[in-house]
């Protein structure tokens, strides 16, 4: 089983940047796919970004293109996402998520969550 907490998120202006970890606890992180997902108010859970266990394979959703960036350090049980470009339509809150899946994609096929951080962008 995996612990995951989410940090970095907060308050930026339009433009600008942040960089989001999520750290593991439990056993067996480098064997997860993990993906980033977000949800802004009355909106369901998007998907973001994912990474594969090794850091190979890396995959993007259409909006979040060219301006985030996945990435994971297995020897630190995190992954990250750097977030440039921010613009109002990004502010949600932002989840990572861990799955046993090799090329996990959408939500159901996750199995372990983190609480979230808030991502609040001003215009």
């Known amino acids: 089983q995996v612990q995951l907490v989410e940090s970095g998120g907060g308050l930026v202006q339009a433009g600008g940047s942040l960089r989001l970890s999520c750290a593991a606890s439990?056993?067996?992180?480098?064997?997860?796919?993990m993906g980033w997902f977000r949800q802004a108010p009355g909106k369901e859970r998007d998907f973001v970004a994912r990474?594969?266990?090794?850091?190979?394979?890396?995959y993007y959703a259409d909006p979040v293109k060219g301006r985030f960036t996945i990435s994971r350090d297995n020897a630190k049980n995190t992954v990250y996402l750097q977030m440039n470009g921010l613009k109002p339509e990004d502010a949600a809150v932002y989840y990572c998520?861990?799955?046993?899946?090799?090329?996990?994609?959408?939500?159901?096929?996750?199995?372990?969550w983190g609480q979230g951080t808030q991502v609040t962008v001003s215009s």
């Open positions: 439990g056993r067996g992180f480098s064997t997860y796919t």
């Open positions: 990474i594969s266990a090794s850091g190979t394979n890396i």
């Open positions: 998520a861990a799955s046993r899946i090799l090329l996990a994609g959408v939500l159901p096929e996750y199995d372990y």
